[in-house]
């Protein structure tokens, strides 16, 4: 079902400026992984290279014995299937409600005049519905996306994600645009689809707290490297420092700042 994702000496260049440069990493299925870096690292350029939003300059990219860089025409769109994603903006239709949010995640499925028509079967509402209730989000079903909170937003967004049966999670600063109890229960709901469904989660974030708290896995990015790969203890205060020099420790330490999932998160871990 899942499988090891390898990015072999992956690199992408936008004119002058090299955003991903020379990455070389292999993500096990079921790891939950965090990328952490100063505005500017690569981190989104990385997650778009995985789902083949944009090609690589050089390398390669393996999902199991599939070659993803290698991709075409339906078996490139099935690829963006199996890999969802989800945004800092949500990504939602306001003025549509809940449930046909979420089911549009379905839609990559349906031929174009079922598409264009938002025809849906019993089977498919039911999986929306299903996929909601996880979320404690049955009740807003029927609520228009805009008139929920960013944090219930973002819930939704997972929801229509699952819908896609993707194969691995990516998603590009999920949190950023959250205050902490709500960063905190869209964390929780990645964390829950990672240990319930065994889907490999890539996320990219703003906060070293927020890494540190839900992440097996920490990967550093500077200027399109990776400077660090590792577990959330061994990238200790004084590596962070060593990495990115005392601004940037003062940058990835702002615990207490909007953006920080920390605090209730290992609260929660606790109770
Ligand atoms: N489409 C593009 N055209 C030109 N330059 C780009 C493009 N996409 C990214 N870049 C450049 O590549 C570098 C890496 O950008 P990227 O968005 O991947 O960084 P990031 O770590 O995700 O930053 P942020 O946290 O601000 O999203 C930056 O210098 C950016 O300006």
């Known amino acids: ?25 292999d993500i096990q299925p079921g790891q939950f992984v ?10 989104s350029t990385m997650l778009r290279l995985v789902n083949r939003l944009i090609d690589p300059s050089e390398g390669s990219i393996h999902f199991g014995s599939v070659d993803v860089t290698a991709l075409k025409g339906r078996a490139l769109r099935q690829w963006r299937r199996d890999c969802a994603m989800i945004f800092q903006q949500f990504n939602l239709v306001d003025r549509l409600d809940v449930l046909t949010n979420v089911l549009i995640g379905r839609l990559a499925e349906h031929g174009f005049l079922s598409s264009m028509a938002m025809r849906f079967t019993d089977e498919e509402r039911a999986l929306a519905i299903e996929a909601l209730d996880r979320f404690d989000l ?4 029927l609520q228009r996306a805009g008139t929920l909170s960013g944090g219930q937003q973002q819930r939704v967004a997972i929801a229509k994600a699952l819908l896609q049966r993707p194969r691995i999670m990516l998603a590009d600063e999920p949190i950023a645009s959250l205050d902490p109890a709500n960063a905190t229960r869209v964390m929780d709901g990645l964390r829950q ?26 990967i550093a990015m500077r200027l399109g490297r990776v400077m660090f790969d590792g577990t959330p203890a061994q990238l200790t205060d004084d590596v962070v420092r060593d990495i990115y020099g005392l601004d940037g420790f003062a940058e990835f330490n702002e615990a207490v700042t909007s953006t920080s999932a920390r605090a209730t998160g290992r609260v929660m871990e606790q109770a």
Do not use: W
């Not at 390898?6 to 070389?24: C, I, N, P, W, Y």
């Open 1 to 25: 079902m899942t499988a090891t994702l390898s990015l072999k000496g992956v690199s992408r260049q936008f004119g002058t400026t090299r955003a991903v440069d020379d990455v070389s990493l």
């Open 138 to 141: 049955v009740p807003q079903a």
């Open 193 to 218: 689809i990672n240990t319930e469904d065994g889907l490999t989660v890539l996320v990219n974030l703003h906060t070293l707290d927020t890494a540190r708290a839900y992440c097996d896995r920490i």
């Open 34 to 43: 965090g990328v952490i870096g100063r505005s500017g690292a690569g981190k």
